[in-house]
């Protein structure tokens, strides 16, 4: 009895939620078919094929790369002592080859927003980021956006042997020096600085960089101490110090809220020591009560 | 515990037997099974079809009304009354759109309906109506809205609910809110950090951001090196005084002598002239840069360019400068200024930026005495901003520098005048133009 009267609510069970196999079917089949054929793609093109390629061509080359590096390790690690007013360029945008080391970008790269931006060179040999900075926003259906509006450029990140990652350490200066001449808009320079972790990819330092406008050079020094720590562009409440190592790249946006066009005109940007900024971090730590999740 | 994992194993294999058979049962039958898959996919072709429907007018309407909040209008539960219901109170009711008739039409929803009924969608409605009545920089605008939220019933109580987001759909109204103020550089208060902790309970998401704003803007607030006038001062401000404060911040932090003055052109010349234009000119020269200009050669042609434009919060600038052409010497001079030391003389391959004038006396010689001015583009000798930017009134202002200094009547000056900057011409535009130029050609 309690066998039929268990199969009797099984079924019942089956009627309520209104399982169709006949989906299910048609569905799990299509899956494992998917599953099946991406597996024999990989292991087709890619996976025994590359590695054939790798070891052949590009390994080799590769390879003498990490020789070299290893040699040159002993004038890298090299710190000399550094007295008050030594400065070093970090870039400089006096060729086209140096601005083709700088990405730019805005939103109309990603189908949201419709500033333009461009980075180009100027007839006394200096870097000119400029464009058209629109509010508007023409997006897809069901994005999240609601505000639009931003322009960026960015350094790209240079690579060592094996295709690994180059990343500036300027543990021994003390602050940037900037020399710019740009139109009375505060822009904002951001250092990109993720640990080895995917979830910090957007954790950054940054500071705004205020211009006066008209047609003098201005140098702008901001010290390391006064960077504020942000992810995903807004400021996060626990703050800690930049000390200058593992930046994955440098960059300035315009983000100002102002529509209209923008021009900032770039000659190098470069390191200093100082000895007068003795400031370890401009902003307080605090913390906040127990149980309160911080972002 | 062995016994009772077997029946539930047997229990399972039970099961996946009435699966298999229901499997067989369909595979047998693959034609109904492909009938009900046709059908089902001219549904969802039908409601494609929908979407791809070039859209009404009414519907491009909607859209606009809606605004950015589309996502929150667009909510099933929502109707469409819910839209023309702040309309009511903003644009039929009201003819002159000021900061007095915002804060008035807030007060009749207050009176007009007590009971708060849909005060959500009043509120994202006010959002967006905030920038046509000029409220969207007004704090007691802003104060005003978030009074309308009711003090009792969303409070958070326990840590369950201060953590989990009590009342979504009411706190990201009022982070909402919060967001536009921060936007509009709008500074908090602290007596509203506190209404907010009266109506959603303290540390709550909505308080966490008026605490941060609370916290970090202040900090922000005053520093700009450049400084600029505030924006409740830069409302009432004249257009002549937007220009006297660009020019000061562009000239007063690069040479502190500059003398900055302005000018109408009623009070220079008769207004009976033929092509006489009723402006003001506001010029800014240094006593460095009248010693330029007189030891300039007289072969040389002075250039007056522009316009340039220069930004002051939201409003934009216009200028023109006085200059010649670059001197090669120059530019020699300021690139031997730029490389402080030699690279091979410096052991530690870094430069000086301050260089010790007992360490080494070779640096020290090579430094020249060259102005502020003096820069690889060419020399500066004056700026203006005129209040038509036409080449009369520039006309206007050459005149007035000849009064200053005399040998400025035999210089040869050349107007080089763009009628918009290079930067707003529309790319489309000219591509368009080079396409059409090139199958005429062909």
């Not at chain 1, 807004?234 to 800690?240: C, F, M, P, T």
């Not at chain 2, 090579?366 to 520039?394: N, R």
Request: one cysteine or more; aromatic letters at 12%.
């Amino acid at each position: 009895m309690v066998l039929i009267l268990k199969k009797q609510v099984l079924r019942r069970l089956i009627t309520i939620r209104s399982f169709s196999y006949d989906k299910w079917y048609k569905v799990e089949s299509e899956r494992q078919k998917r599953i099946n054929k991406k597996a024999q793609d990989f292991v087709k093109d890619k996976s025994v094929f590359d590695l054939f390629k790798f070891v052949t061509k590009e390994g080799v080359s590769e390879f003498k790369k990490f020789v070299q590096e290893f040699k040159e390790t002993d004038n890298k690690n090299y710190k000399p002592y550094l007295e008050h007013g030594d400065f070093d360029y970090l870039y400089k945008f006096n060729t086209k080859e140096d601005i083709e080391n700088w990405l730019v970008s805005s939103d109309s790269g990603y189908k949201i927003g419709k500033t333009k931006a461009s980075l180009n060179l100027t007839q006394q040999n200096t870097g000119l980021f400029s464009g058209y900075l629109s509010s508007d926003y023409d997006k897809p259906e069901k994005s999240k956006a609601i505000y639009t509006g931003y322009a960026n450029i960015s350094s790209l990140t240079e690579q060592k042997s094996f295709k690994r990652e180059n990343r500036i350490n300027i543990d021994q200066f003390n602050c940037f020096m900037l020399k710019i001449r740009g139109d009375g808009r505060t822009y904002m320079m951001v250092l990109n600085t993720p640990s080895k972790y995917t979830l910090t990819y957007t954790y950054m330092h940054m500071f705004p960089l205020y211009t006066r406008g008209g047609p003098y050079w201005q140098y702008v020094k901001i010290p390391f101490s006064k960077f504020f720590h942000a992810s995903h562009g807004r400021i996060s409440d626990k703050q800690y110090r930049f000390e200058g190592l593992d930046v994955k790249s440098i960059g300035i946006t315009c983000m100002d809220g102002v529509e209209g066009p923008f021009s900032l005109e770039i000659d190098h940007i470069g390191v200093l020591k100082d000895n007068e900024s003795t400031e370890h971090f401009a902003y307080e730590t605090y913390k906040i009560p127990k149980y309160i999740s911080n972002t | 515990m062995a016994r009772r994992l077997l029946t539930l194993n047997l229990q399972l294999t039970s099961l996946n037997a009435l699966a298999c058979r229901r499997l067989l049962s369909s595979a047998s039958n693959d034609d109904k099974s492909l009938k009900k898959v046709e059908k089902t996919e001219e549904k969802i072709l039908q409601k494609y079809l929908r979407k791809i429907r070039p859209k009404d007018e009414e519907e491009k309407e909607e859209e606009e009304r809606k605004g950015p909040f589309k996502n929150y209008f667009e909510d099933e539960e929502r109707n469409k009354s819910a839209i023309v219901f702040y309309e009511e109170y903003f644009d039929k009711n009201t003819k002159q759109k000021d900061r007095d008739n915002f804060m008035s039409a807030l007060e009749a929803f207050r009176v007009t309906n007590p009971t708060k009924n849909l005060y959500l969608d009043f509120i994202y409605g006010a959002l967006l109506k905030m920038k046509e009545y000029n409220a969207h920089t007004h704090l007691e605008a802003y104060r005003k809205l978030m009074e309308i939220f009711p003090i009792g019933p969303i409070k958070c109580l326990t840590k369950w609910q201060r953590d989990n987001m009590h009342f979504p759909r009411h706190q990201n109204c009022a982070i909402q809110i919060l967001e536009q103020m921060e936007r509009n550089g709008v500074i908090l208060d602290e007596d509203f950090v506190r209404l907010t902790i009266k109506i959603f309970g303290d540390w709550t998401h909505v308080v966490r951001k008026a605490k941060r704003q609370l916290y970090w803007l202040p900090k922000f607030k005053n520093s700009n090196p450049y400084p600029i006038p505030s924006i409740e001062k830069l409302e009432n401000m004249k257009d002549i005084e937007i220009a006297f404060a660009a020019l000061e911040r562009m000239c007063m932090s690069a040479d502190n002598a500059t003398r900055i003055e302005a000018y109408f052109t009623d009070d220079l010349e008769e207004k009976t002239k033929d092509n006489f234009e009723s402006t003001w000119i506001v010029t800014a020269q240094s006593q460095k840069q009248a010693e330029l200009l007189k030891d300039h050669k007289k072969s040389i042609p002075i250039f007056v360019e522009g316009p340039f434009i220069t930004w002051i919060r939201s409003k934009m600038v216009e200028y023109f400068v006085m200059k010649t052409d670059p001197d090669p010497e120059i530019i020699e001079k300021i690139k031997q200024n730029e490389n402080y030391d030699d690279l091979d003389q410096n052991f530690k391959n870094l430069h000086n930026m301050f260089n010790d004038p007992f360490r080494d006396e070779f640096s020290k010689n090579k430094k020249s005495d060259l102005s502020v001015h003096e820069l690889t583009d060419g020399t500066i000798f004056a700026l203006c901003c005129t209040g038509t930017g036409t080449k009369t009134s520039l006309f206007y202002w050459t005149k007035i520098l000849e009064k200053q200094i005399s040998e400025l009547k035999d210089f040869i000056i050349v107007y080089k005048i763009k009628p918009k900057p290079s930067f707003l011409v529309d790319l489309d535009k000219l591509k368009n133009d080079f396409k059409e130029n090139q199958q005429k050609s062909n």
